[in-house]
Every structure is written in C-alpha cells, then in structure tokens.
T-cell receptor, first 117, second 116 residues
Framework: GAVVSQHPSRVICKSGTSVKIECRSL??????MFWYRQFPKQSLMLMAT?????????EQGVEKDKFLINHASLTLSTLTVTSAHPEDSSFYIC?????????????FGQGTRLTVV | AQSVTQLDSQVPVFEEAPVELRCNYS??????LFWYVQYPNQGLQLLLK??????LVKGINGFEAEFNKSQTSFHLRKPSVHISDTAEYFC??????????????FGEGTQLTVNP
C-alpha cells in the first residue's frame, strides 16, 4: 500500500526558533498534500492544501507567514513553523493524494508531536 | 458546507462485546463517507469508506458501517471487540465535486476503550 512518512515524529524546540516538518510519499507520487493540526483529545483541523509546484491554499484563520508550506516535488512537502511559541505546540499530521489513484484515497503520515518550550 | 457529528466522545465496552460508534453528517449534496482509526501518537488509518452502491460497507479488522441516507448516518459497528481495538475513531466526509481533491471534514472523534 501507499506509505507516507513524516519526520521527525517528535520535536522539542525553544520559543522563537523555527521547526521544519517533512512529509514524504515513499512509493507513490503525491500531487496534493494536506497538513492538519490536532490538539489533544480533539479532531483534525485542516491547515492547508498544497499542490506540487504551486502555492499552498490556506484555511481561514491559518497564518501563512507562520506556517510555511513548500511542495517542491511530487514526493516531498514541508511545513515550517516559524518563530514558534508554546501555543503552537500540537500534533501535526500530513496526508497525501496519489497521482493516478482515485481522489477518494488519502494516505496519512504518522504525525509529528511538536512541543515548544 | 458539510459537517460531521460523532454523537459519543467516549465509548467504554468490555472485550468481546459488540460496539456501535455513531456518526451523523450534514450536507446539501451527496458525499463520500469514511471511518478512520488513530492509535496514540500515530496518524490515521482508513477502516472503510462508502462511495456508492451497497449501503453496508465492510472494512478492515472486522468493522462494518451502514450508510443511511434518510437518517444521514454512517454508524460503525463491530460484533465482538478486542483489547487492541482501543483507539480514537474518526468519521469523515468528502464532497465528490471538491475541486481541491480528497479534502476531508472530520468529526470530533470517539475514544473507544475496550476493557478486559
């Protein structure tokens, strides 16, 4: 089956620093990738949708300059949390839609636990 | 816009008992429906999905769900649960004509806890 890998799985950073999270499709080409944020005991909230080679589309209320998304290739998307603060601590999950697969298929990464201290 | 409501935030059951996790949705157009499972500190795994056709959908790990258009529901069931089924379960919808593709709207989740 299609595999999506996120790295790192856990990261702790100091307030004011930036953190980059990678999302890779290991055995397929991902034309579209999605970034979600999940607070403890809550659901997934879509942050942005990115298509390879174009700018990401952000959901209302998501700061574009704070959460930088790059989808430079068909197998890699990155989310950079800039100038992180404790309130950015959360579980971030990516998912990817495979080129050639039905658009009902979304494969999820294992998530990244970000803690800002 | 579509929305998803999972009626129970927590469902405790004993091992080998049957379980039903309830999901209702709201949409002005036809939607695709999904159930995902999330184990602690992990991503989501697809259990099953309804796109069209038979309203009873069978998924992995012995789960099944029934699409009921008149009641706008898509409840998840398993006749006999195991300890290993303890996890968070999410119901989700997708609009077939969604131009951004595979954009899912999730419910709030139901924590299933299977006790020995």
């Amino acid at each position: 089956g299609a595999v999506v890998s996120q790295h790192p799985s856990r990261v702790i950073c100091k307030s004011g620093t930036s953190v980059k999270i990678e999302c890779r499709s290991l055995d397929f080409q991902a034309t579209t990738m999605f970034w979600y944020r999940q607070f403890p005991k809550q659901s997934l909230m879509l942050m942005a949708t990115s298509n390879e080679g174009s700018k990401a589309t952000y959901e209302q209320g998501v700061e574009k300059d704070k959460f930088l998304i790059n989808h430079a290739s068909l197998t890699l998307s990155t989310l950079t949390v800039t100038s992180a603060h404790p309130e950015d601590s959360s579980f971030y999950i990516c998912s990817a839609r495979a080129q050639g697969h039905p658009n009902t298929e979304a494969f999820f990464g294992q998530g990244t636990r970000l803690t800002v201290v | 816009a579509q929305s998803v409501t999972q009626l129970d935030s927590q469902v405790p059951v004993f091992e080998e008992a049957p379980v039903e996790l309830r999901c209702n949705y709201s949409s002005s157009v036809s939607v695709y429906l999904f159930w995902y499972v999330q184990y602690p500190n992990q991503g989501l795994q697809l259990l099953l999905k309804y796109l069209s056709g038979s309203t009873l959908v069978k998924g992995i790990n012995g789960f099944e769900a029934e699409f009921n258009k008149s009641q706008t529901s898509f409840h998840l069931r398993k006749p006999s649960v195991h300890i290993s089924d303890t996890a968070e379960y999410f119901c989700a919808v997708m609009m077939p004509r969604e131009t951004s593709g595979s954009r899912l709207t999730f419910g709030e989740g139901t924590q299933l806890t299977v006790n020995p």
